[in-house]
């Protein structure tokens, strides 16, 4: 299993047009991709999950990326994080 801390960027955090970016990413791999907030788990696989989490510009978030392909999901939503989801 991979942890990897990531702060959100872009100015609304976590909203529908990047959790619809988000779940596409990550669900092109095998691995389970969670993040954990305040002390919650949310599937980063699912929209809802994505919005239930409800982050926000400037939170760090804590990654949990678990299966065969982990390096590379971690890689992907490493490079999504740092382009702020495509967005300001």
């Known amino acids: 299993m ?3 801390k990531l702060q959100v960027q ?3 955090g976590f909203h529908a ?3 619809c970016r988000i779940t596409r990413s ?3 791999f095998q691995s ?3 993040v954990n907030k305040d002390g ?3 599937d980063l696989k699912s929209v809802t999950g994505v919005i239930m989490a409800n982050a ?3 939170d760090i978030l804590t990654i949990e990326i678990d299966g065969p392909d ?3 999901a971690a890689a992907a939503l490493e490079t999504l994080f740092a382009e702020k989801f495509g967005e300001k």
Do not use: C, P, T, Y
Request: glycine share 8%; charged share 40%.
């Open 40 to 42: 919650r788990l949310f």
């Open 10 to 12: 872009n100015e609304l």
């Open 32 to 34: 389970s991709v969670k």
């Open 70 to 72: 982990e390096q590379e």
């Open 2 to 4: 991979i942890e990897k």
């Open 26 to 28: 990550v669900g092109a």
């Open 56 to 58: 926000k510009r400037g």
């Open 17 to 19: 047009r990047v959790a």
